[in-house]
């Protein structure tokens, strides 16, 4: 069961090409996406509601797409606005259509009620499109389930021994115990490492003078969206105090979409702010992200597969549980909640039908 009210990333934008559809299976439902000649998109149910072929293979005719297993035509609402061999149009030949929102090169989809889809609700990713930043597009698709990899995402402590030869940097960056605070929606976590080494990737664009002190301070909030200020400056410059001298900053942005239960869209981008006329910079530090969570992925699938062999295991909790912990309650809260809701409505329909 997923969240339903709430915004997710459904691609992005480069990869709804005008005159084109495409497909994309997100939380459990299968979605086409296209854009109408004005380039605005349009997101539809890929199911034709006559015999739940897919629209995806279908094609664009104007602002409208056409089925090509039986010819229904439908505008950009879900409405079938034409029917071969049929002048009378059923009220009911409809798919069902979600609002969405292009913005900072992410096309954002709301899969619940469409009443509430405030698209003030979107999180702040400009520094994907800022030109005082510079990053590259990264997607991962796993097969693992989205809240494992929330679990990743929410304990850092792992990057030095998943990731050492990356973004880890030395193992006393696991001794740190983060500040973790419960905000709007989520999760904020604060961690710093005085005096340590620099990771690979920084290491490799930018040069150090020694030791380095580092920082990474993120939002972790529903349904499942980080955005993070991390980077290190130059021991004993005043970092943390405020006072970022010569430093290397990041404004990570990731987000991710359940497909199935058991399948997850990972949508990312590192933008760093300093040698942004740098494009060999930009791809390297791109190149280290992705190969990071190629590592990720190897050993969350690793362990959601040992999980699958005994669905009774139980999980050890430790501190270091303290935001993931935090964070899958305010899931567990958000789906109740819409749980109780559709109930009331139900409620409601059967008393007014009475």
């Not at 494992?148 to 001794?175: K, M, Q, R, W």
């Not at 115990?177 to 976590?189: A, L, T």
């Not at 990972?266 to 992200?289: E, K, L, W």
Request: net charge negative; proline share 7%; with cysteine.
């Amino acid at each position: 069961m997923f969240i339903a009210n709430a915004w997710y990333v459904a691609a992005w934008s480069h990869e709804v090409a005008p005159d084109a559809l495409f497909s994309r299976v997100i939380t459990g439902v299968p979605v086409l996406l296209y854009r109408k000649d004005d380039g605005s998109t349009v997101a539809l149910e890929d199911r034709c509601c006559h015999r739940g072929a897919p629209l995806s293979v279908g094609r664009r005719e104007g602002d409208c797409v056409r089925c090509m297993y039986h010819g229904l035509k439908f505008d950009s609402a879900g409405t079938c606005v034409e029917a071969p061999s049929q002048q009378r149009i059923p009220p009911r030949a409809k798919v069902k259509s979600y609002p969405t929102v292009e913005r900072h090169r992410w096309i954002w989809i709301w899969m619940g009620d469409p009443a509430l889809a405030n698209p003030d609700a979107i999180p702040d990713t400009h520094w994907l499109d800022d030109p005082a930043w510079s990053s590259l597009p990264g997607y991962i698709h796993y097969h693992v389930n989205y809240l494992l990899i929330c679990d990743n995402l929410l304990d850092f402590s792992h990057l030095p021994f998943v990731h050492p030869t990356t973004l880890g940097g030395s193992e006393d960056y696991a001794n740190v115990q983060p500040k973790v605070e419960r905000i709007e929606n989520g999760v904020r976590i604060t961690r710093w490492v005085m005096d340590t080494d620099a990771p690979p990737f920084a290491a490799a664009v930018k040069q150090w003078p020694g030791k380095v002190d580092r920082w990474n301070i993120y939002d972790f909030t529903l349904p499942a969206i980080l955005r993070m200020d991390s980077g290190m400056a130059p021991a004993g410059t005043g970092a943390r105090e405020g006072t970022r001298v010569d430093a290397a900053e990041f404004r990570g942005c990731q987000a991710l979409t359940p497909e199935t239960e058991n399948s997850t869209h990972y949508f990312f981008g590192h933008p760093h702010n300093f040698a942004i006329d740098q494009p060999d910079i930009t791809r390297s530090i791109h190149q280290s992200v992705v190969d990071a969570f190629d590592e990720d992925r190897e050993i969350i699938t690793a362990q959601q597969k040992n999980l699958a062999l005994d669905p009774d295991f139980e999980m050890s909790p430790f501190g270091i549980d303290s935001a993931l912990s935090q964070f899958r309650w305010a899931v567990k809260e958000r789906l109740e909640n819409e749980r109780h809701a559709r109930q009331e409505s139900v409620q409601e329909a059967l008393h007014d039908q009475g």
